[in-house]
């Protein structure tokens, strides 16, 4: 009997170091899930020319172009080759936030209007006019439904803040 309870806790202890090595394991790879989609993002911000290689549509302005959850991979371009009719993404300073819109109006002086393509809540071009170095990119490519889990975590986030 006394031997069968040595036993046991030699297993006792033999699982408690094994879950201590999984949990460690655990952490290990998914700091190094964190590590390489870095180094992807990071690459992808080097060879597609822009500062933000992935983004989501997160509002319903360029329906039927764009749906709400699509994300894009963009990729930078010149603002000098820029056309009317281009789907840009633009950061808009005072209100902090990307913006993805199409350019509607092109001005002499190198800057330009946007506009979105949703008739119903876009009728008018936007009040502001977007600056060259405003803009990141111009969409690549587009995957559907692909961005609604950033939009979900960013909902839950401020719901906690």
Do not use: C
């Not at 989501?56 to 959850?69: E, H, R, Y």
């Not at 979105?116 to 071009?125: K, L, V, Y």
Request: charged share 20%; proline share 7%.
């Amino acid at each position: 009997m006394y031997q069968w309870k040595e036993e046991k806790n030699d297993l006792r202890s033999f699982t408690r170091k094994l879950a201590r090595n999984e949990t460690v394991g655990d952490i290990f790879y998914i700091l190094l899930g964190i590590f390489f989609a870095l180094l992807i993002y990071t690459s992808l911000k080097i060879v597609l020319s822009t500062p933000d290689p992935i983004v989501t549509v997160v509002s319903g302005s360029m329906i039927p172009a764009l749906q709400i959850g699509d994300m894009l991979i963009l990729k930078g371009i010149d603002p000098q080759d820029i056309d009317e009719g281009d789907i840009i993404v633009y950061y808009y300073p005072p209100m902090d936030r990307l913006i993805i819109h199409r350019v509607f109006e092109m001005y002499d002086d190198g800057t330009f209007r946007t506009k979105g393509d949703n008739a119903i809540t876009n009728a008018q071009p936007d009040r502001w006019v977007v600056q060259p170095e405003w803009v990141h990119g111009t969409p690549l490519v587009k995957i559907p439904y692909l961005g609604y889990p950033r939009i979900l975590l960013e909902k839950a986030w401020q719901l906690v803040v």
